[in-house]
């Protein structure tokens, strides 16, 4: 099954190879740009990614911040922020071990639109509290 074909923009490359592809097509299904814009569209992957923006943070500083998060839960999304290329983990030989994660070049380029889609969510706070009271009634 060639994936590329139907989702990557292809423009004339060099030598023999033909084609080099640009860009994906997250509307096809067979395009690997869907599970990139899975990892960060999670409301944890959000504001995990807008946390390290200044720099990095050690697990229970971001347990902190993320206030209503289980450790199961922000292990989960470290991980898969990690696998996606967009957070680094650095752990130091030290005792206790100390582990730090913090932004990839990739990350930082994800940073600006994510922190558009935290500001309209706040903003729209009478929206949030009518769908809060929505989500009460039918559970």
């Not at 944890?44 to 946390?51: D, K, Q, S």
């Not at 380029?109 to 729209?124: D, F, N, Q, T």
């Amino acid at each position: 099954m060639n994936h590329t074909s139907d989702c990557a923009e292809k423009r004339p490359g060099p030598g023999a190879a033909g084609n080099i592809e640009t860009s994906g097509n997250v509307y096809s299904r067979n395009c690997p740009c869907r599970l990139l814009l899975d990892a960060i569209s999670g409301k944890w992957a959000v504001l995990l990614i807008e946390c390290l923006q200044d720099g990095e943070l050690r697990f229970g500083e971001l347990k902190r911040r993320m206030d209503g998060i289980s450790a199961k839960v922000l292990s989960t999304n470290l991980r898969r922020l990690q696998d996606a290329g967009l957070i680094d983990r650095q752990v130091f030989a030290e005792v206790p071990t100390r582990v730090e994660y913090s932004l990839t070049v990739e990350g930082r380029s994800a940073v600006e639109p994510l922190k558009g889609l935290r500001i309209w969510a706040e903003s729209h706070y009478d929206q949030a509290l009518a769908l809060e009271s929505a989500d009460a009634q039918n559970a």
